[in-house]
């Protein structure tokens, strides 16, 4: 948790309970955006989107002037529903914009919970109202905490960017820690900037940032139907920071930090993880094969179980970049493991020492190096160990 959560101009949030899935404890956030803000939205790729991923892609296209709302639930994805998710995702962002006298466009809806349950609209509504009438500009944590579903504790970074005599604030929550693997976000996570941006800097801003921190992390593979993430500009400066400008460059620095460290802190709090392991990929052909080796070694169910083991098995991983279609000459291979020589040449190299690689295999981050021998670029993925708490928790997930 950061020691100061800084406060976003405008922006108000607020949360209360379904009583539904997690009973008495808040499930339903509302946050209200001022009208001269810009939002900047990302989805999931998995072709099943879910209800809400659908009608906030769709809002975001069409939005109209006046206050914008987000509403998230958590509990229930409203994913795999068919034509009645969607029915009930419009009926709750219909009832909202009419309840607060806004346009229908401008309520974008997010979930994050079991798939393939209907959603109890009528319990959800009286959460959002009941949200909607406490909205303040404090709120960060319950905000936070309120979107969470195995996750065990809220993620939230916030920083105070200063540029000459002006002054930018970035502040930022996310949830996730299991089922990610995101092509371009984490489950959900929204990020506001107290600046003013056009909307072709802010989308630009957004991809960057997103290329390094949530597009470079995995649990387990899975991407959810539900993936989202919302990066919003509130607008409050007189002049709008300009492409390429001192500020646009340091906020823009911030920004991209914002996202890193909050998509660290998902692999912190992976389900059932007791281990934080960067892959990192050098001397690569091109950034593609390199991302595409650093996720083969990540997502090596083989790998993580030896990680959480803290086994020096650096024949699975070694076994892990041969496999991968990319490669075309593994015995230019070189494998280190928080510096300790494991593998050059394809082979194990003369210089290992188990005794070495066991002990750095304990302790609780691990970094991977692997260079490929063929070119100068690289990519590194973060990633958790695979332990048995993990099958628990997704073996009874929906208890």
């Not at 009608?55 to 639930?73: E, F, P, R, T, Y």
């Not at 072709?200 to 949530?214: G, T, V």
Request: proline share 3%.
């Amino acid at each position: 948790m950061p020691k100061k959560i800084h406060n976003i101009k405008g922006v108000r949030l607020s949360s209360a309970s379904s009583n539904t899935r997690y009973g008495k404890r808040d499930d339903s956030l509302a946050i209200a955006i001022p009208s001269e803000s810009k939002l900047s939205g990302k989805f999931t790729t998995n072709k099943l989107k879910a209800a809400p991923v659908i009608i906030a892609a769709q809002n975001l296209q069409k939005l109209s002037s006046g206050n914008k709302i987000l509403l998230v639930n958590a509990g229930n994805a409203n994913a795999a529903n068919g034509p009645s998710g969607l029915r009930d995702v419009k009926k709750y962002c219909r009832e909202i914009a009419s309840y607060l006298r806004v346009k229908e466009e401008n309520i974008i809806p997010f979930s994050t919970g079991v798939i393939g349950e209907k959603l109890p609209v009528d319990e959800y509504l009286v959460a959002f109202k009941k949200a909607l009438d406490n909205l303040n500009d404090k709120s960060w944590k319950k905000a936070a905490t309120a979107i969470l579903t195995t996750d065990t504790k809220p993620k939230i970074v916030s920083k105070l960017v200063n540029v000459g005599k002006n002054s930018y604030k970035v502040t930022g929550f996310a949830k996730g820690s299991g089922m990610i693997k995101p092509d371009f976000a984490t489950l959900l996570s929204f990020v506001f900037i107290d600046g003013k941006l056009s909307q072709s800097l802010l989308d630009k801003i957004h991809s960057k940032a997103l290329k390094n921190s949530f597009e470079a992390i995995t649990v387990d593979g899975d991407t959810s139907p539900n993936d989202s993430s919302m990066l919003v500009a509130n607008g409050n400066k007189e002049k709008p920071i300009k492409a390429g400008s001192r500020e646009e460059k340091k906020l823009s620095q911030a920004i991209t930090e914002t996202f890193a460290e909050l998509a660290e802190l998902l692999i912190d709090d992976a389900e059932g993880a007791t281990k934080k392991i960067k892959v990192k990929v050098t001397k690569a052909k091109s950034v593609k094969q390199a991302r595409s080796i650093a996720f083969t070694v990540a997502e090596s169910p083989l790998v993580k179980t030896a990680m959480f083991g803290s086994d020096a098995n650096w024949g699975r991983i070694l076994s892990a970049v041969g496999r991968d279609e990319s490669l075309q000459d593994i015995d230019k291979v070189i494998i280190k493991l928080n510096g300790h020589p494991l593998v050059k040449k394809g082979h194990k190299d003369s210089r290992y020492s188990e005794k070495s690689a066991s002990r750095e295999m304990k302790k609780k981050e691990i970094s991977i190096e692997i260079s490929l021998g063929v070119g100068v670029k690289e990519f590194q993925a973060v990633t958790s160990d695979l332990s048995e708490d993990y099958v628990l928790i997704n073996s009874d997930y929906r208890s």
